[in-house]
């Protein structure tokens, strides 16, 4: 029996405190609680908190790596988990357990709460949830999430979402259908909002449809995504750019409360280098999108037959560079290389994507930097490197590799492909609706704020950070929603997924590693390398039961817990709990709880 007063004093939003007397408390009982987050996110007094299971790391049994103080096993407890990762704030190990449990609905509906594109994420997310697993940080090998995540997508009989009220007679209009304009519509939509999105493309998506090939991503699942969202309420205007008519200035007179741009990073950037401007170089945005339009290679306007593709030189190492490599190798090259000025081990694209590269036959060439494209300017005989022994950045954030003396060399290529980044294509756009740029032709934005130096105006997604990735561009447009909605109410929102914390869990609860189920990492299946000449998806899903044999490799670290003395005894999280972990104990008025 717990002693705690029945009056508490709570706060909600900017109306002041209050004090209320309560006649029971929350109770969650952790065998049962698999730590969806759900009663988290919906406690009106944040008086629920994720707690995380410290790893024993000491004894020979447990630690295969370093030996680890109990100190040191504490602090990484708290400090690592993959709801720490999700840039939306999915808490994984929920739907995980699902998973486990062959609950594939509970899985889906779990996941689509806080993501309007499940089936992108479970395809082409960078998985940053997957980096903070204490699976594969401590023990062996992280959790397949992604994986996991798209069994969920694949297995559910229902994909449908419930109508989104709109009951807030405001109008929010969005420029651009990718993946930072989807997400900023659907949390605004959430909200009440009247939401519409203005597209210039007849479908949807930007770079993620024109931009990834048809091997790593299935176009349909993500317009049937899109479509879900479309049904529930989420109105999407296509071909009508905005810019000239309307422009920006034209949706304010319209009525519309808030305007926001997330038109992406759809320009490839080229580097200016000697022989850069020859027949046989492109940038890969360009390559990809003749790539996915399905366009004959023969037909582009500088022709490249597929046949004559022997020796394709890539410059860069993200997943655009690797994309674009891979793709080479489809069409028909007999060489690809990446050359790169990041080193073996930290190139920029997923450790995966690289595996996946190299088994196709992509080469690197780490830490060196191109100086000149050995050309006619109507064909190319090779391209010249400098090596680097270290990458630093300049007062504007680009990279500044330092060269070493006397390195100079070349390698053959007849086709070199720049994969150094993207930037926003949007100085009309800007220059008529008076917007600032930065020096990379990105929008300037209040970064508290998220708005432009035009009132009523904001920006997300790679308009704004073309360095991102699909998670980040999604995320950004989770925040341009807050921000949004923070402006029109003229109130600050505490963003509880940046500011998500987690404590540590008691000692009695510490997660003996030896003592677990011996279970291997399922590995995900893929297409056969001798089919890998063609579009076909190379990752082809887990079997039901190879979900839940990998789901059941979760250490489950985590769960939820209430702090007595901050719940009011409202019942709000019992109403959401999936798994009926929660309880309620009475207080009576000597403050003793039952």
Not at 502 to 526: G, Y
């Amino acid at each position: 029996m717990d002693d705690v007063t029945n009056a508490v004093n709570i706060r909600l939003g900017n109306t002041g405190e209050y004090t209320i007397q309560r006649t029971c408390v929350a109770h969650i009982d952790t065998d049962l609680c698999i730590n969806c987050g759900k009663c988290r996110r919906l406690c009106p007094v944040e008086a629920i908190t994720e707690m995380q299971r410290a790893i024993c790391r000491f004894c020979p049994d447990c630690a295969q790596g370093d030996v680890m103080l109990k100190e040191e096993q504490n602090e990484y407890a708290v400090s690592h988990a993959c709801s720490l990762g999700c840039p939306l704030g999915t808490t994984p190990e929920g739907f995980v357990n699902l998973v486990a449990e062959e609950r594939w609905q509970d899985a889906y509906d779990l996941i689509s709460e806080l993501n309007p594109l499940p089936s992108l994420c479970a395809m082409i997310c960078s998985h940053p949830c997957m980096d903070e697993c204490k699976r594969g940080t401590l023990i062996d090998t992280s959790i397949n999430i992604r994986g996991l995540k798209r069994a969920a997508v694949e297995n559910v009989s229902v994909k449908a979402r419930p109508v989104f009220k709109q009951n807030i007679d405001k109008r929010i209009a969005i420029v651009g259908a990718g993946p930072a304009g989807i997400t900023a519509a659907f949390y605004l939509a959430k909200k009440g909002y009247k939401v519409k999105i203005f597209e210039k493309n007849p479908q949807p998506g930007g770079m993620v449809r024109m931009g990834i090939p048809d091997f790593r991503l299935d176009k349909n699942m993500f317009l049937n995504d899109v479509k879900i969202l479309e049904e529930a309420g989420i109105e999407i205007q296509y071909n009508s750019p905005v810019g000239s008519k309307p422009t920006i200035n034209d949706l304010i007179t319209n009525g519309y409360a808030a305007v926001l741009l997330a038109t992406g990073a759809s320009k490839g950037i080229d580097l200016p280098i000697k022989g850069s401007l020859s027949d046989k170089v492109y940038n890969a945005v360009t390559f990809m999108q003749r790539v996915n339009s399905k366009e004959p290679v023969n037909n582009w306007k500088n022709p490249v037959k597929a046949a004559e593709m022997n020796k394709v030189v890539i410059i860069g190492s993200g997943s655009v560079a690797l994309d674009t490599a891979r793709t080479a190798v489809r069409l028909g090259a007999e060489k690809a290389i990446c050359a790169c000025l990041e080193a073996e081990g930290e190139l920029l694209a997923p450790k995966d994507e690289v595996l996946e590269a190299v088994e196709e036959g992509v080469e690197f060439i780490t830490s060196v930097s191109p100086v000149e494209i050995e050309s006619n300017f109507i064909t190319v005989k090779g391209v010249r490197f400098k090596k680097v022994s270290s990458i630093e950045k300049d007062e504007n954030g680009r990279l500044k590799p330092i060269i070493v003396d006397d390195s100079e060399f070349s390698i053959e290529a007849d086709t070199v492909i720049f994969a150094v980044g993207q930037r926003p294509d949007i100085k009309l756009l800007a220059r008529k609706a008076g917007l600032e740029l930065d020096h990379r032709g990105g929008l300037i934005v209040d970064k508290d704020n998220l708005m432009t130096a035009k009132e009523k105006v904001f920006a997300a997604g790679d308009i704004i950070n073309s360095r991102g990735s699909v998670i980040t561009a999604m995320e950004s447009g989770r925040v341009a929603a807050m921000k949004i909605d923070d402006y029109i109410n003229n109130k600050k929102q505490v963003d509880r997924t940046k500011e998500h914390k987690i404590d540590l869990a008691c000692n009695e609860e510490k997660i003996f590693p030896i003592r677990l189920e011996k279970l291997s990492p399922i590995n995900m299946p893929k297409t056969d390398m001798d089919k890998r000449k063609s579009f076909l998806p190379v990752e082809l899903g887990y079997t039901k039961a190879q979900a839940v044999m990998e789901a059941r490799r979760c250490m489950k670290c985590g769960f939820e817990k209430v702090d007595k003395d901050k719940c009011i005894g409202c019942g709000a999280c019992e109403t959401v709990c999936p798994e009926n972990a929660i309880s309620f104990r009475s207080v009576n008025m000597e403050g003793d709880i039952k």
